[in-house]
Every structure is written in structure tokens, then in C-alpha cells.
């Protein structure tokens, strides 16, 4: 029985040594939770595009260990894994970052946020998440890869800022990008280190999120019900 072309990215990607990832250009990664995994098996052919995916969450990496006997480890877009050692990579080797995330207010604030913990973090530009029409998403695709930065943040929602990178992949982009979710709202609202460590430890991310932002609520109750049920079944029948 093969595996499922999700799960196989997630297999497939390289997640303990993660600076090998930093060192490897002309790649775009992305990464899946329970809620995302769903809209992700709708999409199938546009997240198999993507060089690498990642399990973000210890229910998704709990589900592949269980369901496919195959040990992965968590990584997300945040202070508590992936974040902080791309930001010190970037600081230290002096490779620009672009951001394109949330709102406008949100990015600028989060720009300084990460100026103040990362004063050598060279900013090769930013702007918010939201375009107009797909002419300026076009747009401002050309103006990153003219750009050039050696990474690219995106934070759009699920599939939104999957079909993001991919565009500006598509349009010449020879960097490495990575999708960040909520990482940069979290972030501007001062709240960079936005789990506290033992709810970190205790894997408890998703419950203190659901208290801190009320909207994740009911999307993360449907996956709770809808998740396993077809993450059981696309193992077996899918």
C-alpha cells in the first residue's frame, strides 16, 4: 500500500537537520495541522508541488505514528521550532528576508519586533497579505523575485498563501520559502514567544490557542471530528 502523496511529503522532508533545508536553494516548503491537512486533501496537486511539507502539531505527528508506523518530528513556523533558528541563520550569515503576511499595521509591528531580538537581520522588504486583484499579486510576485531576498515568509491562511508561493516560484524565484500561518499576527502583538513554555512542553498548543483567539475554535472542534476520520480512511481505502 503506498502512501498518500501528504504523507509522503511529510516523510520526505527533511526535519532534523534542518539547517540543510537553509543551505538548499530554489525550494519552497510548507506546513500541514489537522485543520490544514483538510483543506490540503482538497488540493492535493497544488501541496504536491511544494519541495518539503512538515507536520506541524503533535496530533498530525501522533496520527502518521500511529496510522503509518513512521516516526517524524513537529515542526512549525514559531518560536518553539522552526522560527528562531532560521532568523539566527539569516542574522548570521546576513541573508535578507521578505515577509508578505497579515495586515499591514501587524507586519510593521511584527518588523520591529524582530529588528529589536535580531538587530543584524538584514529586511530586504515587507508588506501585508491582502491584494486587490490577482494583476497586483502578480505584481508584487515580479518584485520579490527582482528582489531577490534568500528568504520568503508568507502568511496568508491555509491555501491562500500556498498558491502565493507557488506564484512567485513560478515567476523565477530561486530562494527558499517557507508558508508561517498566524506566526506574524501572533508575533505583532507582541507575544513573539506566544506559548509559554510549558504548555510548549506539555504539547498543549492547540488548546491554548483556541483560548487565546476564539475564532480558532470552531475549526479546530471540526478537525477533532473530521480529522482522524479521514485521515483513517484516505490510509486505507484512499
Given amino acids: 500500500m503506498t502512501n498518500p502523496i501528504l504523507v509522503k511529503k511529510i ?9 540543510s533545508i537553509f543551505e538548499t536553494s530554489n525550494k519552497i516548503y510548507t506546513f500541514l495541522n489537522p485543520v490544514s491537512y483538510l483543506v490540503a486533501m482538497e488540493n ?6 511544494f519541495d518539503g511539507i512538515f507536520a506541524d502539531g503533535s496530533i498530525l505527528v501522533t496520527a502518521i505514528n500511529a496510522i503509518y508506523g513512521k516516526q517524524v518530528i513537529r515542526r512549525s513556523f514559531d518560536m518553539t521550532s ?25 507586519v510593521e509591528a511584527a518588523m520591529k519586533i524582530f529588528k529589536e531580538r535580531y538587530p543584524k537581520l538584514v ?10 486583484s490577482d494583476t497586483e499579486m502578480d505584481a508584487e510576485a515580479k518584485h520579490i523575485v527582482e528582489t531577490n531576498p534568500y528568504f520568503l515568509i ?7 498563501q500556498e498558491k502565493f508561493l507557488l506564484k512567485v516560484k513560478h515567476a523565477g ?3 527558499i520559502g517557507f508558508t ?16 509559554p513554555a510549558w504548555v510548549d512542553k506539555m504539547n498543549l498548543r492547540f488548546v491554548y490557542r483556541m483560548y487565546k483567539e476564539p475564532h480558532t475554535r470552531k475549526r479546530y472542534l471540526q478537525a477533532a471530528f473530521i480529522f482522524p476520520v479521514k485521515f483513517i480512511w484516505e490510509r486505507f481505502f484512499g
Fill in 154 to 160: 508568507v502568511g496568508m491562511g491555509a491555501l491562500m
Fill in 11 to 19: 516523510l520526505h522532508t527533511p526535519s532534523e537537520d534542518i539547517f
Fill in 173 to 175: 524565484f530561486k530562494g
Fill in 44 to 49: 492535493k496537486p497544488l501541496f504536491a508541488e
Fill in 123 to 132: 529586511i530586504a522588504g515587507y508588506r501585508n497579505g491582502y491584494f486587490s
Fill in 82 to 106: 522552526l522560527a528562531p533558528k532560521l532568523f539566527e541563520y539569516a542574522e548570521k550569515d546576513g541573508k535578507p528576508i521578505y515577509i508578505v503576511a497579515s495586515k499591514q499595521e501587524q
Fill in 180 to 195: 508561517c500561518g498566524g506566526f506574524i499576527h501572533q508575533t505583532a502583538k507582541n507575544e513573539i514567544d506566544y506559548y
